[in-house]
């Protein structure tokens, strides 16, 4: 019976570590229909708040399957899924940053490094963006980040200051 | 770029992004860490390390673990890296999952994070300027910018139809112009 459980979060994971192109969030369709639909190991409301609390909790946000390894079968369940999910990408990530290595002086390699950063500079803005509209910011959110951008723009304060006392501020209520 | 880190400096700093970024904001974070306070990489490589690593499969922040830890010692390093970015947020997340699922509320700390994530935010935006800065110069880069951001962050279009479009312009506009004298 445990076994089946840990054989389903071991297949199913690793497999959604192969299909996540494009970064862990891309797959939570299909592991919301996995974990909910097919094997019933939480409810649909549980799932949503399990999603909320990875993505406010440190680390990476792909550790949702962490908690829900854990409650389909303990801890055992919650390590095994952890593992499963990073270790295929992983091994993937390996394979390719090998080949960047050995092709540090080839064209190639400076045509891609000029060519992506905008690209990803103009996705990081994007992510910025969306991480405001998925914390439903009102204006005096929007205000405490504009203050915030404008301070870690123009100062070295350690950013994980900032961030506390932002932090604060909202424990208060005032956002 | 300073002196190559040990197995356990990889461990510790990927451990130290993963707490500092709470509230959100992990590729700002490890940027300020791994760039801007450590050293151990250029703005040029970091930018194409964290594309090529939302290419691939997997959770991106994961990948850049690994391929920073691949970069400095290989797989062992990668082992490290990895370890120090989950071990800590995978303990917090088992805490927090018990607590759910005993009692069915979330500690009260949906304020806190509110606040933090507005400074996450932020913190998100300063890198835009900090690395724009340096990369965005002239019409071209702008122009790749602007699109990139109105398709994936705007019209929300998936990541890989954005990049099967603009990639292969980018790449060919970054080809260097003349051969190496």
Known sequence: MNLRTLTQILLLFSSLSILSIGGGNTVLPEMHRKTVGDYHWLTDKQFADVFAISQAAPGPSILIVTILGYKAAGVPGAILATIAMMLPAGLLVYLVSRVWEKAKDAPVRKAIEKGLAPLTVGLILASGWVMSQAADHDWRAYILTSVCTAIFSTTKINPLFLVGAAGLIGWLGWV | ?181
């Open chain 2, 1 to 181: 770029m300073s002196e190559k880190p040990s197995l356990f400096d990889l461990a510790l700093t990927f451990n130290h992004i993963a707490l500092a970024s709470f509230g959100g904001g992990l590729s700002a974070w490890s940027r300020e860490v791994l760039v801007a306070e450590k050293g151990w990489m250029e703005d040029e490589e970091f930018l194409s390390a964290v594309t090529m690593c939302r290419i691939l499969p997997g959770a991106n922040q994961v990948n850049l673990a690994v391929f920073v830890g691949v970069k400095f010692h290989g797989i062992p390093g990668a082992c490290c890296a990895v370890f120090g970015l989950t071990l800590i947020p995978v303990a917090i997340a088992l805490a927090l999952a018990y607590f759910y699922f005993q009692y069915h509320h979330i500690p009260a700390v949906q304020g806190i994070l509110k606040g933090a994530a507005a400074a996450a935010v932020a913190l998100t935006l300063s890198m835009v300027f900090k690395t724009g800065k340096k990369c965005l110069k002239g019409a071209v880069p702008i122009l790749f910018f602007v699109a990139i951001f109105v398709m994936n962050g705007i019209l929300r279009w998936p990541l890989l139809a954005c990049l099967s479009l603009l990639a292969p312009m980018a790449i060919a506009w970054g080809w260097p112009r003349k051969k190496a004298s």
